[in-house]
């Protein structure tokens, strides 16, 4: 009997793809302290894309002094806010955490307030989880500012590799191209996927925490909560965390008004939570939102999950991005070897689409 031998070309193939990935393996395990900064290089890079070939094919401004006025922008708008947000946090949380007789005043009387309401008294609410929850918060702030370091030397990271992936911007683009071994369409698959969760979830998650942390802030103002303008940042910080929300910051607040205010501003300081900031989420994902990119509500909130564990802050992106490619590589399965549906690409591409991939530059 004869047995059909592998064909040499094959192995080669595959003892080329396996050292491929070793490399990678070993590159990205011993690199990835700077992780996060060659992640926020890809976010910029796709946001600055269109504006980018803008100034330098039509406008036809020099590669090297166009990338360094979006590296200022990106500084100027970017890095310094968050950096003075980051600052301002920290010395408040601080001032916070240092002022234990005010915090303990009122948690007593907090729990006064739960110990004969429904459901609320059955939260453990001893001195035992008070003494443990201040613990773990004066351990986490120096963890923060520890960070610090961390957080310059990637930012640092992020607009080195910036620079030059936009210097170098048609070259790299159309060597990612030509390395991707599928067709036209599933190439454009993949990239639309890319751009549209990249976007979506640079632009619209700031957004989104933005204004309920402005909403809010507003809020806490009116119905005289003390340090408004730091319980409206941490409101609109926590707009990112799944499921919850903005709600671990304003049911706790809504609930010490309830025990320590007057009756008629903890009714209309919930009421105002409830339907305004919780509302104004529901309100920009069907406009503003909508229009940056339309991702699925259990994509976003898994997605959040697991790159939060994976990529730190920057896992809110690519964490959706990396669930969502589970359904673009379906389609790219079945464009290449199934009975995909072709898309005309020779049809005007609707508003909702982003623009074409690079790769359409390199002709075949």
Not at 264 to 293: E, H, P, Q, S
Not at 336 to 348: A, C, L, Q
Request: aromatic share 12%; charged share 15%; net charge positive.
């Amino acid at each position: 009997m004869k047995y059909k031998q592998i064909n040499n070309n094959s192995i080669n193939q595959i003892m080329l793809i396996i050292i491929i990935v070793l490399i990678l393996i070993l590159v990205f395990s011993n690199l990835s302290y700077y992780l996060p900064g060659f992640l926020g290089a890809i976010t910029l890079y796709i946001l600055f894309r269109k504006s980018y070939f803008y100034l330098t094919d039509v406008r036809g401004w020099k590669k090297s002094l166009t990338s360094i006025f979006f590296i200022v922008l990106s500084v100027v708008f970017i890095v310094l806010p968050l950096w003075a947000l980051i600052d301002y946090l920290i010395a408040q949380l601080n001032s916070f955490l240092g002022n234990r007789d005010e915090i303990i005043e009122k948690f007593n009387m907090l729990k006064e307030y739960m110990s004969d309401k429904p459901l609320l008294r059955d939260i453990d609410m001893s001195d035992a989880a008070l003494l443990t929850f201040l613990q773990n918060l004066t351990r986490y702030v120096p963890s923060i500012l520890n960070s610090v370091a961390e957080v310059a030397v990637n930012i640092i990271v992020t607009l080195f590799v910036l620079y030059f992936m936009q210097v170098h911007a048609k070259k790299m683009e159309i060597t990612i191209y030509r390395a991707i071994p599928f067709s036209r369409m599933s190439k454009q698959e993949i990239w639309d996927e890319v751009n549209m969760m990249v976007r979506s979830n640079a632009l619209g998650i700031p957004i989104l925490g933005f204004f309920q942390g402005v909403v809010a802030m507003i809020g806490y103002w009116i119905f005289g909560v003390e340090s408004y303008i730091l319980l409206g940042l941490l409101t609109g910080i926590a707009s990112i965390i799944p499921i919850l929300g903005t709600m671990t910051i304003y049911v706790p607040i809504c609930l010490i008004a309830f025990a320590t205010g007057s009756l008629g501003n903890a009714i209309g300081l919930t009421l105002y939570c409830f339907f305004l900031v919780g509302g104004i989420d529901n309100i920009l994902r069907f406009t503003i939102l909508k229009t940056i990119g339309n991702v699925p509500p259990m994509i976003t909130v898994f997605g959040v999950l697991l790159g939060l564990n994976l990529f730190g802050m920057l896992g809110l992106i690519f964490g959706p991005l990396i669930l969502s490619s589970i359904g673009v590589l379906v389609k790219v399965y079945s464009n290449e070897y199934g009975k995909g549906i072709v898309r005309d690409y020779s049809r005007p591409r609707t508003s909702q689409q982003n623009d074409p991939p690079p790769m359409n530059t390199d002709n075949e």
